[in-house]
């Protein structure tokens, strides 16, 4: 299974170069299923491989002009302060039996499991459906109240520090709708706030886990090279029919992980 655990990760970092998220919602599935990691101590290592390659592929949009520093810091004031609370402090008071009931028990591999899924249903439907609504072409960062932006950067960074995931399919939206920031420039963006947020929540979990780090950061650079494979890639394969195919996938892998979690363990 680990032959397909190396596999998984660099389409993590293929699928981050292509289509600027999404892969990272597979991160933690990869280190349970296949590396076989508890959920918690997979959603650490998720946090640190999504940050290392977010920051990788923010760098490269940045040399490109396609990441707006100014939105990045206002996003992720809130993001990284609630994410590193998250990590620091609220994961290490969640019991591992939560409750009970009528004899089948809530732990919490399985709150955080089932949470992951659907999160990846919610992410699976955002890369499906169909958007007409047409990017625009200039920025306006005057356009949006600070305390929108504030909730929208904890909402991000409470995902963050549960699940591990870098919430791309909500940070890319908000920059496009909320910041009127055309396509390009939202991803380079949205991977600077993944890697400061992932990084962070990462920091606060230092002290928590026993991190095997030869494994972490081999892991992190077959995530790397993919990060760079997908980007040469997206200057030919439609990035917009490649999004919603990864969002089927995600959609089933949402599905499965459910039924796995609450109807086949016994």
Request: a positive charge; one cysteine or more.
């Amino acid at each position: 299974m680990e032959r397909f655990g190396y596999v998984a990760s660099a389409l993590v970092g293929i699928s981050l170069g292509l289509i600027g998220g999404g892969g990272s919602i597979l991160t933690v599935p990869v280190m349970v299923y296949l590396f076989g990691l508890h959920p918690l101590l997979a959603t650490s290592y998720s946090l640190f491989i999504v940050g290392s390659t977010s920051l990788v592929g923010a760098i490269n949009n940045y040399r490109k002009g396609l990441v707006n520093i100014r939105a990045a810091l206002y996003f992720g004031a809130a993001s990284i302060i609630t994410v590193f609370i998250t990590r620091k402090f609220l994961i290490p008071l969640i019991p591992k039996n939560i409750v009970t009931i009528g004899g089948f028990t809530i732990t919490e591999s399985l709150l955080t499991m089932v949470l992951f899924a659907v999160l990846m249903l919610l992410a699976s439907v955002n890369m499906i459906k169909d958007r007409r609504e047409k990017a625009p072409e200039k920025e306006c960062m005057d356009c949006v109240r600070f305390f929108k932006l504030v909730g929208y950067g904890v909402l991000i960074g409470l995902i963050t520090g549960l699940l591990g995931a870098g919430g791309g399919f909500l940070l890319i939206p908000a920059l496009v709708f909320l910041i009127k920031m055309p396509m390009k420039r939202a991803v380079g963006t949205s991977l600077l706030i993944i890697a400061l947020n992932s990084l962070m929540g990462f920091a606060g979990d230092i002290g928590h886990f026993q991190i095997n780090w030869s494994f972490l950061i081999f892991i992190s650079l077959i995530a790397i090279a993919g990060i760079f494979v997908g980007g040469l890639l997206s200057k030919k394969i439609p990035g917009e029919k490649l999004k919603k195919g990864f969002g089927w996938f995600v959609l089933i892998m949402g599905i499965y992980i459910i039924v796995k979690e609450v109807f086949l363990k016994s």
